[in-house]
């Protein structure tokens, strides 16, 4: 079955500090990934996308994430977090047989402490 | 620019009863997605609409259905609720451009919906 796997519920780390949210995707068909965050009370905001080319890829807010197929994962780092990054941050797959699809891990909650 | 909007906010209703959620995407899209967020879990796919049909599904009963208006905004029903049904609905937008593509959606702010 496709499944996408956050590993972390929560994530708690210092301002300033480095973070890195973990995804990982069961599939034996091409991918497409994507990085979404959600403040809260609010809808999703697209942080970052991975559809084909570089496997390094920038997003918003100084966000970026790596594409690893051998490895079918698509980690989010951030070099020092802001007390603002504080939100709950989720991986979604689009499946290449399944059309248009968002398929969600889990989610992250990151919290970032002073 | 408007982007995605959702009525209402929030909403409660009792077991049993119907429920319509509204969503109006953003200026320019032609395809809307719903998708059913329960508390501390990622959102999971109900249906997509793109020329007023139906044009994929997730995994969800015949008790969700939806439809899609000319404008191109939506409409979410719910019948015969159950506790269960409780959850964040979220509407995403987007603009066809092709089978092989993925386009990117835009969110909504959601529907809060309380089944009691």
């Known amino acids: 079955a496709q499944s996408v796997t956050q590993l972390d519920s929560q994530v708690p780390v210092f301002e300033e500090a480095p973070v890195e949210l973990r995804c990982n995707y069961s599939?034996?068909?091409?991918?497409?990934l994507f990085w979404y965050v959600q403040y809260p009370n609010q809808g999703l905001q697209l942080l970052l996308k991975?559809?084909?080319?570089?496997?390094l890829v920038k997003g918003i807010n100084g966000f970026e994430a790596e594409f690893n197929k051998s490895q079918t994962s698509f980690h989010l780092r951030k070099p020092s977090v802001h007390i603002s990054d504080t939100a709950e941050y989720f991986c979604a797959v689009i499946f290449n047989n399944a059309g248009n699809m968002l398929t969600f891990g889990g989610g992250t909650r990151l919290m970032v402490k002073p | 620019d408007a982007g995605v909007t959702q009525s209402p906010t929030h909403l409660i209703k009792t077991r049993g009863q119907q429920v319509t959620l509204r969503c109006s995407p953003k200026?320019?899209?032609?395809?809307v997605s719903w998708y059913q967020q329960a508390l501390g879990q990622g959102p999971q796919f109900i249906f997509q609409?793109?020329?007023?049909?139906?044009?994929q599904r997730g995994n969800f009963p015949d008790r969700f259905s939806g439809h899609q208006f000319p404008n191109y905004s939506s409409e979410l029903n719910v019948n015969a609720l159950l506790l269960g049904d409780s959850a964040l609905y979220l509407c995403?937008?987007?603009?066809?451009?092709?089978?092989?593509?993925?386009?990117?959606?835009?969110f909504g702010p959601g529907t809060r919906l309380t089944v009691t």
């Open positions: 995403a937008s987007s603009l066809f451009e092709g089978h092989s593509i993925p386009y990117e959606q835009y």
């Open positions: 609409y793109y020329e007023e049909e139906e044009r």
């Open positions: 599939s034996s068909v091409s991918v497409y």
């Open positions: 991975y559809l084909s080319g570089s496997t």
């Open positions: 200026s320019g899209h032609d395809t």
